[in-house]
């Protein structure tokens, strides 16, 4: 009942852009927080970056800031990714999550209950 997609994913080249899109279904995304998570093969699921309900706070991991910006369109139930000047270690599966616990790290992956099922993103040569 609860769902969310990501889409936008692919291939690209270093230096290269993408857009995600993280589209709620079967509830109302603007009640919720939304975190942006990766996982790389071999290594633990990280959060990329956060977004507050009404979109006033965004954070942004260390390895992102600067060529990342998290934003929402609530009117469209969707949450975005824009990722910009891409390298290879940005390869990833990218899980976008509705937070249902609220403590003082949003970049814990354990204060979010509701996920998508990944889209890949390849930043390769």
């Known amino acids: 009942q609860l769902q969310l997609v990501e889409s936008g994913g692919g291939l690209v080249q270093p230096g290269g852009s993408l857009r995600l899109s993280c589209a709620a279904s079967?509830?109302?995304?603007?009640?919720?927080?939304i975190g942006w998570f990766r996982q790389a093969p071999g290594k633990e699921r990280e959060g990329v970056s956060y977004?507050?309900?009404?979109?006033?706070?965004?954070n942004y991991a260390d390895s992102v800031k600067g060529r990342f910006t998290i934003s929402r369109d609530n009117a469209k139930n969707t949450v975005y990714l824009q990722m910009s000047n891409l390298k290879p270690e940005d390869t990833a599966v990218y899980y976008c999550?509705?937070?249902?616990?609220?403590?003082?790290?949003?970049?814990?992956?354990?204060?979010?209950?509701?996920w998508g099922q990944g889209t890949q993103v390849t930043v390769s040569s």
């Open positions: 977004i507050t309900s009404s979109g006033g706070t965004r």
């Open positions: 079967g509830f109302t995304l603007a009640n919720y927080a």
């Open positions: 999550a509705a937070r249902t616990y609220y403590s003082s790290a949003w970049y814990s992956r354990y204060h979010y209950s509701y």
